[in-house]
């Protein structure tokens, strides 16, 4: 059974600075692996999806990595602002629906 | 482009009350669908998700059941709510491929008291 892991469970960072987030899987026999972000009472927004064949994608300051070998994602947030301050998600698709891990919670602060 | 509805944005119910939430999505044909729910502390749990008209997969046994009366029409139902049946209650669509992204509605907060 799938099982999907983020740490830290919440961060804190000044304005400015570069961050990874961490996620790791248990069963490498994924299909893809998403990232999403939640802001609070809110859905939960599509950031980043890489497929099992792809290395990385990237959007704008975002660039998700995927190493399947070792079961892990990260997600890098380049240059970080208060207005990144929400819930980052991962989620592993393989022969069953998402699972998802419990998310990191981060605060940019200005 | 596509877009997906759910409601009620809040819910206040008594225990012992009935349940029903709808979700609905626009501009897409025969889409995969789902319902969450975000309890404090446990993370995004699967409830039921829909390959099709009918079709309803139970990933967690509980007090709460899903129907799919029309292609683009995702109902979760209780019978009787439980104090337990507190959180937020996410549906969410994807394209019926393995490689799907997930799209997500803006949730419903449920508090049984």
């Known amino acids: 059974k799938q099982e999907v892991t983020q740490i830290p469970a919440a961060l804190s960072v000044p304005e400015g600075e570069n961050l990874v987030l961490n996620c790791s899987f248990t069963?490498?026999?994924?299909?893809?692996l998403q990232w999403f972000r939640q802001d609070p009472g809110k859905g939960l927004t599509s950031l980043l999806l890489i497929q099992s064949s792809q290395r990385e994608q990237t959007s704008g300051r975002l660039n998700a990595s995927l190493d399947k070998s070792s079961g892990r994602s990260t997600l890098y947030i380049a240059a970080s602002q208060p207005g990144d301050s929400a819930t980052y998600l991962c989620?592993?698709?393989?022969?069953?629906?998402?699972?998802f891990g419990k998310g990191t919670r981060l605060s940019v602060i200005a | 482009s596509q877009t997906i509805h759910q409601w009620p944005a809040t819910l206040v119910q008594p225990v012992g009350s009935p349940l029903s939430l709808e979700c609905t999505v626009e501009?897409?044909?025969?889409?995969?669908l789902y319902w969450y729910r975000q309890a404090a502390g446990r993370g995004l749990q699967l409830l039921f998700y829909s390959v099709g008209i009918g079709q309803i997969s139970s990933e967690v046994p509980q007090n709460l059941s899903a129907s799919r009366p029309q292609d683009r029409q995702f109902i979760l139902s209780s019978k009787k709510l439980l104090l337990s049946d507190s959180g937020f209650y996410l549906c969410a669509w994807s394209v019926q491929e393995n490689n799907e992204k997930l799209f997500f509605g803006s949730g419903t907060q449920l508090s049984v008291l």
């Open positions: 069963d490498s026999a994924i299909y893809n």
């Open positions: 989620a592993a698709s393989g022969n069953t629906p998402l699972v």
């Open positions: 501009g897409t044909s025969n889409p995969n």
